[in-house]
């Protein structure tokens, strides 16, 4: 089946650092890819996607690739802000009949220190 | 224009009740999707509406059940409820589905059993 997996966190960071989280994904086809974010007490929120091999997403300074010969979509920003401390989701949507499923990691916690 | 709307924010039930969550999508979204989040399992796939059908479902047992209707708001009904049911209850909605569909999350309910 398909499946998502992030790097383990929590990760733990110093303003203005720059910041990669991991993201590998398993899928038959070609899924779309996408990253989430959920602040406390919130739901979620799409961060960027890609639908297909090598389109970059990006959106607030995040940044992802979508590497089909690595089945990754890693997220990257230069400079991180206190405001970006939350949980991050990386997703698959595998498209066909997987009517409105999305197959997502298994988050990773930032915290951002001034 | 207003965002996916979920009631209530917080429930507490006890053991062998059953419960209805609510969702009320964002205007003109067909699609509805419903996820359980839990500490240890993370997000899950429960089931997916689209004009009152549900086309997808994913690993829960019977004692969960969706609906939606005419004006694609949804609900979701856990009867029986077990300890292990206590999770945060996100619904999402999007236009369609398919490779370059936006899903847009609630806030979600959050549910106790006790």
């Known amino acids: 089946g398909n499946s998502v997996t992030q790097m383990e966190g929590p990760v733990t960071l110093s303003e203005e650092a720059f910041l990669t989280i991991n993201c590998t994904y398993t899928?038959?086809?070609?899924?779309?890819l996408f990253w989430y974010v959920q602040y406390p007490g919130e739901g979620l929120q799409l961060l960027l996607k890609?639908?297909?091999?090598?389109d970059k997403g990006s959106n607030k300074g995040f940044e992802a690739t979508y590497r089909k010969e690595t089945t990754s979509f890693h997220l990257e920003k230069g400079s991180v802000q206190v405001s970006d401390s939350a949980v991050y989701f990386c997703?698959?949507?595998?498209?066909?009949?997987?009517?409105?499923?999305?197959?997502f990691g298994q988050g990773t916690i930032l915290t951002v220190h001034p | 224009k207003a965002g996916v709307t979920q009631t209530p924010r917080y429930l507490i039930k006890t053991r062998g009740q059953q419960v209805t969550l609510s969702c009320s999508p964002i205007?003109?979204?067909?699609?509805v999707s419903w996820y359980q989040q839990t500490p240890g399992q993370g997000l899950q796939f429960l089931f997916e509406?689209?004009?009152?059908?549900?086309?997808n479902k994913g690993n829960f047992p019977g004692r969960f059940s969706g609906r939606q209707f005419s004006n694609s708001r949804s609900e979701m009904n856990v009867s029986t409820l077990e300890l292990g049911d206590s999770a945060l209850y996100l619904c999402?909605?999007?236009?369609?589905?398919?490779?370059?569909?936006?899903?847009?999350f609630g806030q979600g309910t959050r549910l106790t059993v006790v």
């Open positions: 899928a038959t086809g070609y899924p779309s």
């Open positions: 205007s003109g979204h067909r699609s």
């Open positions: 890609a639908t297909k091999a090598d």
């Open positions: 509406y689209f004009s009152e059908t549900q086309r």
């Open positions: 999402a909605s999007s236009l369609t589905t398919g490779r370059n569909t936006e899903a847009f």
């Open positions: 997703a698959l949507d595998a498209g066909g009949t997987s009517y409105g499923k999305l197959t």
